[in-house]
């Protein structure tokens, strides 16, 4: 169940926004993709679930490569794949148990009795079991994140992944979701991709970490090996990051 | 390419049944308040205009029927109507799908592995494609009742007289070519304001522009497709 990325390219016309990319994300962990604003996160991300075509390059699930995966095997593979999006893209017209039960109703053979079961359980997962007769819009934005991850874990996925997970959320809340995300990893086995630029989830949970600079993978290593890490560019990153941190503090 | 993703095969059938009984009520049914205002106030003024210009004793006052059943069936309730609903319905459309697409609700359902075109268009497309030309029926009608009606109160007409001229005008043909161009109106709104919505790259100024060229480019859709129906439909 892991995802493995052999020399992925992206452009854009004449830019090259991705460089020869070759990474694994490994089962059960959470897999952290990190790197400045304009790195090429949010690309990789998008090229991974098939939001973006990669110019050239492998993405292998399983040893199935999905970028020349075509028509219903795609789809196949896909239901595997649940999301978190970065302002969460919850259905607006549709109520906190309907996004929730979307997945289900469109993907799976389950009645009517056993969607709502399975809504539940969900929302309880992410402690939200009072929210569902409500509406996108009246629910916080930390509250739409747990609605978020509800809704990418609704049918079970091997694979999750989530973009920019904590962002614009205050400190506690953004601790709320990682915990969240971390224990739903552990518990479900999932294969976690996560794209952020908040070191403190990076250091409290990334499992193993990729560095992007300039769509070229920078470094990668594991959360121990970060922090003995000599690479010159990735710590100027991460202190970078842990000095605002703490100027902010 | 669109349209060949729009009616592909649907994931759950019961599911964009459903998505289609809804997009039937937002566009069509919701629109018939401001159909209803256009269709009368329309027969209305078409009856005073005609009967302007027909001042004259050697015309029988029954032809201002005539003339406002002809022309209502024949071309005002089936264009002018399509036209308002160009910018009701088709900036509606564009705003909805523009709004998914910018706030990621599309990608959302492209990750899960959802046709998102079919999903979020194919109801749209004959949603409007079942109710417009139902709303055309009514528009006839309650254009003729405004005619009908201010003909009778202002006393340019005599009911009976206007009913009469109606009536002696009336050809099925008439009728049938009416609900060709609905029928090709309602696929050109709903296409066109989905095609603009669905691929707004941008946000939400990019949006407003896609619901405004949504409204241009249908208006004028809808003006070319109506000279070329009637060139071939009605002279050939």
Redesign the interface.
């Known amino acids: 169940m892991s995802i493995k990325i052999k020399n992925l390219f992206k452009s854009f016309g004449e830019k090259e926004v991705l460089k020869d990319i070759n990474v694994e994300f490994e089962v059960g962990k959470s897999n952290m993709i990190i790197g400045g604003s304009g790195s090429g996160k949010t690309v990789l991300m998008k090229c991974i679930v098939g939001l973006m075509e990669p110019t050239s390059g492998k993405i292998m699930y399983d040893d199935m490569d999905f970028v020349s995966m075509k028509g219903k095997d795609k789809r196949n593979l896909r239901v595997n794949l649940g999301m978190l999006f970065q302002y969460s893209a919850l259905f607006d017209s549709m109520s906190v148990a309907d996004n929730v039960a979307f997945p289900l109703r469109m993907f799976s053979t389950k009645s009517p009795k056993e969607i709502k079961k399975r809504v539940d359980f969900c929302l309880d997962r992410v402690n939200l079991p009072d929210a569902a007769l409500l509406l996108p819009d009246e629910i916080s934005g930390g509250m739409k994140k747990r609605v978020g991850i509800a809704r990418a874990i609704a049918l079970n996925p091997k694979y999750l992944f989530c973009d920019e997970p904590n962002s614009g959320l205050d400190p506690i809340t953004a601790a709320v979701i990682d915990e969240l995300i971390k224990e739903i990893t552990e518990e479900f086995k999932t294969t976690t991709v996560i794209n952020t630029h908040d070191m403190k989830s990076v250091m409290d949970f990334g499992d193993n970490i990729i560095f992007l600079k300039d769509g070229v993978v920078q470094w990668k290593g594991t959360n121990d090996e970060l922090r003995v890490s000599d690479d010159e560019v990735l710590n100027g990153f991460v202190n970078a990051s842990q000095f605002l941190d703490k100027d902010h503090k | 390419m669109m349209l060949s993703s729009a009616f592909a095969r649907p994931?759950?059938t019961r599911?964009y049944v459903r998505r289609l009984i809804d997009e039937a009520y937002s566009l069509g049914v919701s629109s018939l308040g401001i159909v209803a205002v256009v269709s009368l106030f329309m027969g209305a003024v078409i009856t005073l205009n005609t009967a302007y210009q027909l001042v004259s004793p050697l015309i029988s006052p029954s032809v201002i029927g005539s003339v406002v059943s002809d022309s209502t069936i024949l071309e005002l309730a089936p264009t002018i109507c399509s036209l308002v609903l160009a910018g009701k319905v088709g900036s509606n459309i564009a705003t909805e799908l523009g709004s998914m697409r910018v706030?990621?609700?599309i990608?959302?359902l492209?990750?899960?592995?959802?046709n998102s075109i079919g999903f979020l268009i194919w109801p749209k497309i004959m949603g409007f494609i079942i109710t417009l030309p139902v709303l055309i029926v009514i528009s006839m009608f309650l254009s003729l009742l405004g005619g009908y009606t201010i003909g009778n109160a202002t006393g340019i007409v005599s009911g009976a007289a206007f009913i009469e001229g109606a009536q002696s005008v009336f050809r099925t043909y008439t009728f049938v070519f009416a609900m060709i161009k609905t029928f090709t109106f309602a696929f050109i709104i709903s296409s066109v304001s989905s095609y603009q919505g669905y691929y707004v790259d941008g946000g939400s100024i990019d949006v407003g522009k896609s619901a405004t060229r949504s409204v241009v480019f249908s208006c004028v859709l809808i003006l070319i497709s109506d000279y070329t129906l009637a060139q071939l439909l009605l002279l050939n």
């Open positions: 994931e759950r599911v706030s990621e609700q990608d959302a492209d990750v899960m592995g959802v």
